[in-house]
């Protein structure tokens, strides 16, 4: 999408805001979030989980002796959809609807892994922007849908990628108890939790759902939608919810 001429999410409609206006956005909200919280998603919102992707189609390549797909890049990885994936690296579709029960096999055991969490990289400007939130000193608080199972992985994640590190100084991560828990209903339920004890200056998070939800239980908190991608739900943002491409600032 161009920043100069934005064209809207097919699936839900978001246009981002310019880069002018993000910049002043999150600028605002670095002066203003001192003693406040700062909520966090973090697949698609502060990590870009593309390269996990990558690294994980390609020792399916590997395994099953697929040599279109060994040429895995990030770029294959424009949506969630495997399938897409797939075509896109040269697979005929009838071939790739054939490949997909096996990959997503493969897949879901190593993807929702602490292991694999390594392959992620920041999207841009998060590292920096969550330092100054830091520093700023709000409270940051990252609040994902991985279960917990990953919190070793994750943290050690986000410490090489140079985010601040969780479990330090006003600084926590908040994972889901049970994979096999519903991230809509997880996260609803915690943030009805964390609305009851204090002030939040501002909430991000890519999945429209998700945001929608930051909305709707606090209705005074600045609600952040990252466009990077989603879920592929048709779920339209709720008025007030703004969108950005990334935290460049
Ligand atoms: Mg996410």
């Known amino acids: 999408m161009s920043v100069n001429n934005p064209t809207p999410d097919p699936i839900t409609g978001t246009i981002a805001l310019s880069r002018d206006v993000a910049s002043v956005l999150l600028r605002n909200i670095i002066s203003d979030c001192k003693g406040q919280r700062v909520l ?3 697949d698609s919102t502060l990590l870009n989980n593309r390269p996990r992707s990558v690294a994980i189609m390609r020792e399916f390549a590997e395994s099953t002796n697929q040599p279109l797909l060994s040429q895995a890049a990030p770029k294959h990885f424009p949506t969630w959809s495997a399938r897409d994936s797939m075509v896109l690296m040269g697979i005929p579709e009838v071939e790739a609807d054939g490949l997909l029960d096996e990959y997503l096999e493969f897949w879901a055991p190593r993807f929702f892994s ?3 969490c390594v392959h992620d990289v920041d999207i841009v ?3 920096k922007f969550v330092n100054a939130v830091d520093e700023s000193e709000g409270e940051v608080i990252y609040l994902t849908g991985r279960d917990e199972t990953m919190r070793a992985g994750t943290t050690s994640s986000l410490l090489s990628l140079g985010f601040p590190p ?4 006003n600084t926590s991560l908040v994972m ?3 994979a096999n828990d519903s991230d809509d209903t997880y996260k609803r339920d915690k943030l009805e939790s964390l609305s009851a004890s204090g002030n939040i200056a501002a909430a991000f998070d890519n999945e429209p759902a998700h945001i ?3 909305r709707s239980v606090f209705p005074n908190t600045l609600c952040v939608h990252l466009d990077t991608d989603h ?3 048709e779920v339209r943002l ?3 919810i703004v969108s950005i491409k990334d935290f460049d600032h």
């Open 40 to 42: 966090f998603d973090l």
């Open 114 to 116: 602490s292991e694999y």
């Open 125 to 127: 400007g998060a590292v």
């Open 166 to 169: 969780p479990g330090t100084n």
């Open 176 to 178: 889901k108890p049970n």
């Open 212 to 214: 929608n939800s930051y």
């Open 231 to 233: 879920s592929m739900r």
């Open 238 to 240: 709720l008025d007030g």
